[in-house]
DNA sequence: CCATGCAATGTGAGCGATCACATTTTGTGA
DNA sequence: TCACAAAATGTGATCGCTCACATTGCATGG
C-alpha cells in the first residue's frame, strides 16, 4: 500500500504537501489538483495508525457492551454508533457474554491500549460498575443508567419515574393488589423500575408482595405467569393488575394468563415496559411505558463531544419516559355498561 | 501516559528487553520480573497505533452494518463480535443508516484507512452489494448472504430452502393459496424468502399471487394483514394460508387478522420466519422457520480466520434452517374429531 | 584457563504520518 | 523596478513501537 511519501514523489511535491491537502490546509489548487491525483492513482489512503501516534489523538471511542441482544442496548448503540459516525469518531466495539470483573478489565485494557478517547458502557450491570470502580481510566467514561452513581458521566432515562407511571395508572384503574414481574437481580435498570414500583404503591398504602425475577426474555414472563396463575396469586379476588418489567416479559405473560383462562384485562391488567414495536400487536395490545432509546444513545454521544472538546460536562439531564395506554389495562371491577378505559 | 523507553527507563533495561516480555520472547525470569513491576507501577499499556505501524497489522476488523436493529443483524453481530474478540481481533464498527452508495464508500474508506485486516458485512442489502462492487478493495470481505453472489467469501443460512420448508409444510395441510408477505425490496434475503416460496408453489401447480411487500417490522404486518381482510383476499373460500418473511411481520398480521374476525388457524393458517424468542408466545403460537444467528455469526469470522492466517477459503457451507410447527397452522379444512396439527 | 557457542540483552533504523520551523515563491504598493 | 509581507512549499525531527543485527554474559568442553 501506498504511504504520503510515494504520493509525493509522483505529485512531484514534498510530503508535507501532501499532507496539507490532506488536512485541508492552503495549498494552491493547481498544486492540490495533481496531488489529489496521484491519491486517486495510488490508491492511497493515510494510515491512521500513523496519524494516531503523532497526533496522540486516536479518533476513537471504545463501546463496552454485555448480555444479549436485547432490544434497549441494541437500539441505544445503534444510535450512539451514528451519532459518533457523525462526529468524525470510530467506534471500537467490545461486546462480551459475562460480565466478571476478569474478561470486563481484559477488554477495558485492549480498548485502552487503542487509546481510545473515551469509554461507552452500554450495558448497565451492577457487576460492570464494580469492575470499573477499581480501575483508574484516564478517559471519560459515560454510561446509561439512573441511579445516580458517581464517577463518571451519565445519561439516562429515568426509570423510576417510569414504573411510578405504570403503577400510577394501575392504581388510578382501582386496582388495590399490584404484582410486579421485574428484571434479573444484575440490572440496574431493573432494581430503578421495582424501586418505582415500591415507591408508589407505599406511597398509596397499597400491599408490597415480593416480585418475582425474570430474565428480560419472553420465556421467563410465561414460567412466571404460569406460576402465578397456578398459585391462585392472581385472578379471581387476588391480584387483579401486574406491572411487568419489560415488554418480551409481558408478552410471556399474557400468553401464560390466556392459557390459564385468565382474561386480560377482564380478570388481570398487565403494564409492560419499554413499548417495543411488537407491543401494540400484542394480544391485547400491551399498556406500557416509552422509552427512547434513539435519543438515549445521541444525548450520549453529545455528553461526551461536550467533554472531549474540553467544555465542562453537561447537567445530567434525565429524560422521562412516557406512559402509553392500550387495552391490556382496564377498571378493576369492570361496571356493567361501561366502556374499558373510559 | 507512559511509552516504553519509560518502562525501560525504570526497570533499568532496553527498550527491547520490555518489547520482549511485551511480546513473550526469551527474557530472564529475573529481568521479566522488574520489567513487570516497572509496567504495573507506571500503569503502562503499549500503543497499538505504533505497534500496528510498525508490524503493518492492525489486529482489527471493520464490521458494516446498516438499518435498524432489527433480531437477526442484532444477533449475528453479537456472536461474530465474540468470535472475534475470542481470537484476539478488535472490532471497528460502522453503522448507517442509510445506505446510498456514498455513505457506504465513505464508511469503508475510514475502515480502510485504519488498515482493517478485513471487513465484514452484516446486513444484506442489495444496494450494499453494488456500492462494493465498484470499490477496489484489498482486503477480505466476508458477507451473510445465500444469494451466490461472486467476490467475496459468505457465509449463510439457506433462505431459499427455509421458505421452501414453510411453504411445504402449508401445502402438506392441504392449503392450496398460500399468499406471502414478503420483506422489503432491498433485501437480498427477502428475496430468496420470496423464490423459495414460489419456487414451492410452482412445484405443485398451485397460484402464484403477487406477494405484498413490508418493512420487516409489525406494524407492516399489520396493515398488510388488515388490506388482506378487507379486500376478502384472505379467509372464507380465499387463500387459507400466508407465508410472513419474518416473524415481527407476522403478530402484525395476527392482531390485523384477529381484528377482522378471522381466526388463526381456523381460518386462515401463519407461518413466520426467524424464531424470534417471543413467537412462541403469539396468540397462537407461531409456526416458524428457526435460523440460528449465532452460529452464522461464529461462522463468519471462522471463515475469516482461515483466510487470514493464510489457508485457502472454506467450501461455503450453507446452514439449513428447521421448521418449527406451532398453533398457527392448521388442516386446510378441519375434519370433525380430527386434532389440529395431527 | 581459554576458546566456543548459545542465550540474553543492547543499539540504531524505520514504519507513516504531523509538527515546528526554514525557505522559496508570489503578490502588492511605493 | 524593487522592497517586503504573505502565501506556498520544503526540511528534518518526532511519535512509540518492532525489526535486524551487534554485543555481552555465561556455561561448557578441551
New interface residues.
Given amino acids: 500500500?501506498a504511504n504520503i511519501t510515494d504520493v509525493a514523489k509522483l505529485a512531484g511535491v514534498s510530503h508535507q504537501t501532501v499532507s496539507r491537502v490532506l488536512n485541508d490546509a492552503a495549498v494552491r489548487p493547481a498544486t492540490r489538483a495533481r496531488v489529489d491525483a496521484a491519491i486517486r492513482e495510488l490508491?492511497y489512503?493515510?494510515?491512521?495508525?500513523?496519524r494516531?501516534?503523532v497526533t496522540r489523538k486516536?479518533n476513537?471511542i471504545g463501546?463496552i457492551?454485555t448480555g444479549?441482544?436485547l432490544?434497549g442496548p441494541?437500539?441505544t448503540?445503534?444510535a450512539f454508533?451514528?451519532a459518533a459516525?457523525a462526529a468524525g469518531y470510530?467506534?471500537?466495539?467490545?461486546?462480551?457474554?459475562s460480565v466478571d470483573r476478569a474478561s470486563m478489565v481484559s477488554?477495558i485494557?485492549?480498548l485502552?491500549?487503542?487509546?481510545v478517547e473515551a469509554l461507552v458502557l452500554i450495558v448497565a450491570d451492577v457487576a460492570a460498575f464494580d469492575a470499573i470502580a477499581g480501575l483508574?481510566i484516564?478517559v471519560p467514561l459515560v454510561t446509561a443508567e439512573s441511579s445516580g452513581r458517581e464517577g463518571f458521566l451519565s445519561v439516562s432515562i429515568d426509570q423510576f419515574a417510569g414504573a411510578r407511571l405504570a403503577v400510577r395508572h394501575l392504581i388510578g384503574l382501582g386496582h388495590t393488589e399490584i404484582l410486579h414481574v421485574k428484571g434479573p437481580d444484575w440490572s440496574v435498570d431493573a432494581a430503578e423500575r421495582e424501586r418505582g414500583w415500591r415507591t408508589e404503591l407505599e406511597a398509596s398504602g397499597l400491599a408490597v408482595v415480593p416480585p418475582l425475577a425474570g430474565t428480560w426474555?419472553?420465556?421467563s414472563?410465561?414460567a412466571i405467569g404460569t406460576e402465578l396463575a397456578s398459585t391462585g396469586a392472581v385472578g379471581a379476588g387476588r391480584a387483579t393488575a401486574i406491572f411487568s418489567a419489560n415488554d418480551?416479559m409481558s408478552?410471556?405473560l399474557?400468553?401464560a394468563l390466556?392459557d390459564a383462562g385468565l382474561r386480560v384485562p377482564g380478570d388481570v391488567s398487565v403494564v409492560g415496559f419499554d413499548d417495543i414495536?411488537?407491543s401494540?400487536?400484542?394480544?391485547p395490545?400491551l399498556t406500557t411505558v416509552r422509552q427512547d432509546f434513539a435519543d438515549l444513545g445521541a444525548r450520549m454521544m453529545q455528553t461526551l463531544l461536550q467533554v472531549l472538546d474540553g467544555r465542562p460536562p453537561l447537567d445530567p439531564v434525565q429524560a422521562t419516559p412516557e406512559l402509553i395506554v392500550r387495552a391490556s389495562t382496564a377498571r378493576a371491577i369492570p361496571l356493567p355498561n361501561r366502556e374499558v378505559n373510559a
Avoid at 470510530?90 to 457474554?97: D, E, F, G, L, R
Avoid at 485502552?112 to 487509546?115: E, F, M, N, P, V
Avoid at 401494540?280 to 394480544?283: F, L
Fill in positions: 500500500m490508491n489512503r493515510p494510515s491512521s495508525a500513523a494516531a501516534l486516536s476513537a463501546l457492551a444479549a441482544p432490544y441494541s437500539n448503540m445503534l454508533n451514528e459516525r470510530q467506534v471500537t466495539i467490545a461486546s462480551m457474554t477488554a485494557e485492549v485502552l491500549g487503542q487509546r483508574d484516564d426474555l419472553a420465556d414472563g410465561y418480551q408478552i410471556g399474557l400468553h390466556s414495536p411488537e401494540v400487536h400484542y394480544s395490545p
